[in-house]
């Protein structure tokens, strides 16, 4: 069965850091091109992050410096590493393959930034 199950997330204050989690099943991530989304309240989905099969990575403007993407492939595993977060961090984060194809999309996990 094809699923995404994404964990980690929580309120933090600004500033500090948060690892998220996304663990596959049914699919081998390695096999895609894969990305963490998020959506705030009010506002549409938006790709934050993005590892390529081959391993490069690429960011959205506001997060890089800040997110890092990676994936363990032995655990079929992606993660996100999140540090100095900001208010505007604020979103339910979502994992998917930035591909054609999308595994269904899992519930994501609510990261809350206080100011």
């Known amino acids: 069965q094809v699923r995404l199950v994404e964990s980690g997330g929580g309120l933090v204050q600004a500033g500090g850091s948060l690892r998220l989690s996304c663990a596959a099943s049914g699919f081998t991530i390695r096999a895609y091109n894969m990305a963490w989304y998020r959506q705030a309240s009010g506002k549409e989905r938006e790709l934050v992050a993005d590892?390529?099969?081959?391993?490069?990575?690429n960011y959205v403007g506001t997060v890089k410096g800040r997110f890092t993407i990676s994936r363990d492939s032995a655990g079929n595993v992606l993660y996100l590493h999140m540090n100095s977060l900001k208010p505007e961090d604020t979103a339910r984060y979502l994992c998917n393959t930035k591909d054609a194809w999308r595994a269904p999309w899992g519930q994501g996990t609510q990261v809350t930034v206080s100011p």
């Open positions: 590892i390529t099969r081959a391993g490069s990575t």
